[in-house]
């Protein structure tokens, strides 16, 4: 079983910064594929970004440029850096495992944009 806990969300200024952080627990971290999903209210949740065990990542059209997703296998640590918010990005985002058919999901963290 494992366990992914978030942390890092907030409110911030549109046009501002944070980066979102990802503890896993558990020893398939290295080689599963990781990711970052957010459901805004009254919404479906949508994937935000992914980032392979080998290192390839993919993104939402509405966040390329803007967010990066990076890893550190070490520490069983994924991150979402969140440059350039806009109001639109308010949501809570959650990460997400998956290895084979097993997929695990985080409690979520809550970031707000004040425009």
């Known amino acids: 079983q494992v366990q992914l806990v978030e942390s890092g969300g907030g409110l911030v200024q549109a046009g501002g910064s944070l980066r979102l952080s990802c503890a896993a627990s558990g020893n398939i971290f290295r080689i599963a594929t990781m990711g970052w999903y957010r459901q805004a209210p009254g919404k479906q949740r949508e994937l935000v970004a992914a980032?392979?065990?080998?290192?390839?990542?993919n993104y939402a059209d509405y966040v390329k440029g803007r967010f990066t997703i990076s890893r550190d296998n070490a520490k069983n640590m994924v991150y979402l850096q969140m440059n350039s918010l806009k109001p639109e990005d308010t949501a809570v985002y959650y990460c997400s495992l998956k290895w084979g058919g097993y997929d695990s999901w985080g409690q979520g963290t809550q970031v707000t944009l004040s425009s």
């Open positions: 980032i392979t065990s080998s290192g390839r990542t």
